[in-house]
Each structure stands twice: as structure tokens, then as C-alpha cells.
């Protein structure tokens, strides 16, 4: 069982930099399991798509990124069943050459899956849930190393799944599957603040999944990204004009003026889902380290407000954003999913890399959309107060009362995950 204990590790935007004392690299699950067992406290290192200190931890941090994955597609069943420390880019394709589909994909598809779910990450469309809501059932590494699976329909389900590292180390994760399908994906230049606002519902019901990106300004416009089903005739794209808005004559990147060669395929190319939902492709790296991320989630009843709220202070957002982009999502019964009870705008700004320009700047975007309770993503930047956080959260007590029942030592509980539910400070 390899160990080390390095000076530092780092997320893959290189913004975060974690020193525990001891990191551990098990090679099967029983090693995996002995690790957990003997560890006082610890914490897993995932993909490190992460800007706070979520993951962090002073003692024992874990990858299980060196045992052999595992990918088991159950056909009748329609599920999948496969190892938590995978990427998305490798369970898509596994599960596509299955037949099979997911029902979403974030913007990249280089996360890990256990990582993903465990923080309510998402991808986009009114009637598709979180990445999470797929999740069937979720197998953990235990405080004493012993295995313990919970499946939908458990009482303990609706708080296991969004969980943040708080209940265990995630093992396996079975995901429900669709019949696999292909997709087109168009863009559209210049749309106006107002046609959004006017009928923002209308733009976003479009098509399976949509996108708007803007850089904010005194005069913001957006692009307007659709992903289409190709079964789906509803709307029927593309349109020499959306909203005023005019088809993009060539590929674009969401942020403009730079290089589109990493974004998956546009200009309405017929190809499979797990190549069109995603905003990157797998093949290119994410990221050269050079940028900050905060999201916060609304009521999708509040956006056309919100987003007047932000152009009230574009000119500041401006200063400091590489890009904003907008997304929906369907409510969930998840206890600790940002969509909790609430169909949900995400409003994701991937900032410059200078956390003391973007500070006062994250701040007043906190304070503009105060009024519509902005539940921010837990893998993310945000200065929200944790009391102020934890409120917005109605089963946030029944989740300290599982942690506790769970994991009674607070093992798996680092400063973060303890301030937000109890189990002590690393």
C-alpha cells in the first residue's frame, strides 16, 4: 500500500493546494478498505476540480484512482454500475459502446463521478435533473472499512447521495441509463439582455439542453448554446435568427475570441450524446491553471430578476469574468443538492486567476442576488456565511443527524464539512 506525505497537492486549476501528512494510493479494495480503516481522519482526493477546501485535509487524503475500475452495464435493468473514482469521459464511453446514455453530462466531461454527485454538480435543461438524480445506488467504504450501499428507496437515500465527502469513501455509484441517442448542438451570437429576460422559460425549454454565456458589461449579450435530440422536432433548429439572435456562421468557444478547437462539435453535426453534451471535449485539457470558479443556484422563478440584479453591477462583474454562464435544472428530493425542492438557474462565473481582484467583486455579486436565497455550489468559491448557507437548506438538521449516526468519530469530516454539518474540526 504506497504512502507518501507530500509538501503539497493541487487541484487541477493549480489554485488549491492541499498538505496532508499522509497520502494514500491503495492498488485493490481491501487495501482501500485497511487505509479507511486505520486512518483517525481522511479525505478523498477525487479529479481536483475543486476552488475551496472541500477536499482538504491535514491528516490522510486517499485516491482511489489506482485500483482497477470497474464499468458493469445491467441491460435489463437499465443501470450501470461502476467505480466512483472514474471520469465521466470513461463511464460515457463505456456505457455508449453498451447501447446506453446518460441523462446528462456537466461542461466537462474530465470530473469524477463519485466527486460530481457528492456536490449536486450538474450539466443543463429544464427538465433534467443534477448528475446526482441519476444515482440508483451509492456504495461506500465505511469509518471501520466496512462496505455499506445504500439504494434508492432507503430512508437514508435522499440524504446519502449529496453528501460531501461526509459519509464515507464512495466505492461504486449505480446510475440509472437511457437508450443511447444522438444530438446536434447550434449557436447563436448576440443575444440581447432583454430577449432573455422577456422570456427566458421560452429560450431555455428549447431543446434538451441549453447554455447562455456572457462576460457582462454595460451592454451584455449572449450566446445562446442548443443541444439538441435529434428525435426531437419541437423546435425545429436551426433558425437563420433565435430571439434576434443570428446563427453562428463558425465554431465558437464560450468565451470569445478564443480558440474553439476544445469545445465538442457545433454548426448542427449529427453525433452521439456523450459528444455533444459536454461543452470540451475529452480529449483536450481542461484547464492550463489560470482561473477561479463560483456558482450560485436560484429558483428558476427568480432569473429574469437575477440576471437584472447582475446587469446592475456588469460593469464591476466585467472587471474580473472570463465568462458567465447560465443553466437549468430540474428540482430534486436530494437533502443537500443546490436543486432541492426548487427547478434551479445555475449562474456559474469562471472568474481571472486573481483571487484578490475577484474577492470584492464575488462579494458584491453575493449581495445583488441576496434577495432570491443563492444556494452556492459546495465545490466552488463563495464568502456566503456558512449559517446563512446552512439555512437554505431545509433538511440540513436530518443530515448532521445522519453524519452522526454514520460516521460518530467525524472520520471523513474536514473544517469545511464540519462547519456545514457537525463531526469536528480536522
Avoid at 151 to 162: K, Q
Avoid at 245 to 267: F, K, N, S
Avoid at 271 to 281: C, D, I, S, T
Wanted: charged share 20%; proline share 7%; hydrophobic share 40%.
Amino acid at each position: 500500500m504506497p504512502d507518501r506525505a507530500p509538501t503539497a497537492l493541487q487541484n487541477w486549476a493549480g489554485n488549491i493546494r492541499f498538505s496532508p501528512s499522509r497520502f494514500e494510493a491503495p492498488a485493490t479494495l481491501d487495501e482501500a478498505r485497511a487505509a479507511v480503516a486505520a486512518a483517525p481522519r481522511l479525505r478523498v482526493l477525487g479529479s481536483g476540480h475543486s476552488f475551496n477546501e472541500i477536499a482538504a485535509s491535514e491528516a490522510t487524503m486517499i485516491s482511489l484512482a489506482g485500483i482497477e475500475p470497474e464499468v458493469s452495464v445491467d441491460a435489463l435493468k437499465a443501470t450501470v454500475r461502476a467505480s466512483g473514482w472514474l471520469t465521466y469521459a470513461a463511464l460515457s464511453d463505456a456505457v455508449h459502446r453498451a447501447g446506453f446514455a446518460l441523462h446528462n453530462m456537466a461542461s466537462l466531461p474530465h470530473i469524477s463521478v463519485a466527486g460530481s454527485i457528492a456536490t449536486g454538480t450538474h450539466g443543463s435543461g429544464d427538465r433534467n435533473g443534477s448528475l446526482a438524480t441519476a444515482v440508483a445506488a451509492i456504495e461506500f467504504i465505511g469509518p471501520d472499512g466496512e462496505l455499506r450501499t445504500v439504494a434508492r428507496g432507503d430512508e437514508d437515500f435522499p440524504g446519502s447521495v449529496v453528501h460531501l465527502g461526509a459519509l464515507g469513501v464512495v466505492h461504486t455509484v449505480t446510475l440509472d441509463l437511457l437508450p443511447a441517442f444522438e444530438m446536434r448542438q447550434y449557436v447563436y451570437d448576440g443575444l440581447s439582455l432583454d430577449a432573455v429576460v422577456a422570456d427566458f422559460d421560452g429560450l431555455t425549454s428549447a431543446a434538451y439542453s441549453t447554455s447562455l454565456f456572457t462576460r457582462w458589461g454595460a451592454e451584455p449579450a449572449f450566446q445562446f448554446w442548443v443541444k439538441q435530440r435529434t428525435a426531437d422536432q419541437s423546435h425545429p433548429f436551426p433558425q437563420a435568427n433565435w430571439y434576434g439572435a443570428p446563427l453562428a456562421t463558425g465554431p465558437r468557444h464560450p468565451i470569445p475570441g478564443v480558440d474553439p478547437a476544445a469545445c465538442t462539435v457545433q454548426l448542427g453535426q449529427t453525433g452521439p450524446w456523450h459528444e455533444r453534451l459536454p461543452h470540451f471535449k475529452a480529449e483536450f485539457t481542461p484547464s492550463a491553471g489560470d482561473e477561479l470558479q463560483s456558482e450560485y443556484l436560484i429558483d428558476r422563478a427568480d432569473a429574469p430578476a437575477a440576471l437584472e440584479a447582475l446587469a446592475g453591477i456588469g460593469d464591476e462583474l466585467a472587471t474580473v469574468t472570463q465568462i458567465n454562464e447560465v443553466r437549468t435544472m430540474a428540482a430534486d428530493d436530494l437533502w443537500l443538492s443546490p436543486a432541492y425542492g426548487r427547478d434551479t438557474v445555475g449562474l456559474h462565473f469562471t472568474w481571472v486567476s486573481d483571487f484578490n481582484a475577484v474577492r470584492p467583486v464575488m462579494h458584491a455579486l453575493e449581495a445583488a442576488l441576496e434577495p432570491f436565497s443563492p444556494r452556492p455550489h459546495w465545490g466552488k468559491l463563495f464568502s456566503t456565511p456558512i449559517g446563512e448557507v446552512r439555512s437554505r437548506y431545509p433538511r440540513m438538521g436530518d443530515f448532521e443527524k445522519l453524519r452522526e449516526r454514520v460516521d460518530p468519530e467525524g472520520k471523513f469530516a474536514n473544517d469545511f464539512t464540519a462547519a456545514i454539518a457537525g463531526g469536528g474540526a480536522r
